[in-house]
Nanobody
Framework: QVQLVESGGGLVQAGGSLRLSCAAS????????MGWYRQAPGKQRELVAT???????VYADSVRGRFTISRDNAKNTVYLQMNSLKPEDTSLYYC?????????????WGQGTQVTVSS
């Protein structure tokens, strides 16, 4: 069994910063990809950023240059540093991890952490 636990969401004014963290625990052999997605009310869940074990990253156009994803492989943790936040970044942010355990490879989701940016 694998668990993802997120932290770091909150309320911030436009132009401010927040840092999200997501720690994976449980039956983990290799974490192949870790990433962040977000879903606003009435909208589909969308990719924010992903990072593979070697460090290569992918960003949504809407956050490129403002957000930075990173990971600590020793701690099985992924971070999302969010700078220059805008009201349109308000959303529920979900951590996702593609994990290989000893007998399977699966995608896991965290419970979500709310980010609210006031104008």
């Amino acid at each position: 069994q694998v668990q993802l636990v997120e932290s770091g969401g909150g309320l911030v004014q436009a132009g401010g910063s927040l840092r999200l963290s997501c720690a994976a625990s449980g039956s983990i052999r290799v974490i192949n990809v870790m990433g962040w997605y977000r879903q606003a009310p009435g909208k589909q869940r969308e990719l924010v950023a992903t990072i593979i074990s070697g460090g290569s990253t992918v960003y949504a156009d809407s956050v490129r240059g403002r957000f930075t994803i990173s990971r600590d492989n020793a701690k099985n943790t992924v971070y999302l540093q969010m700078n220059s936040l805008k009201p349109e970044d308000t959303s529920l942010y979900y951590c996702n991890a593609d994990i290989s355990s000893w007998n399977r490879r699966s995608s896991y989701w965290g419970q979500g952490t709310q980010v609210t940016v006031s104008s």
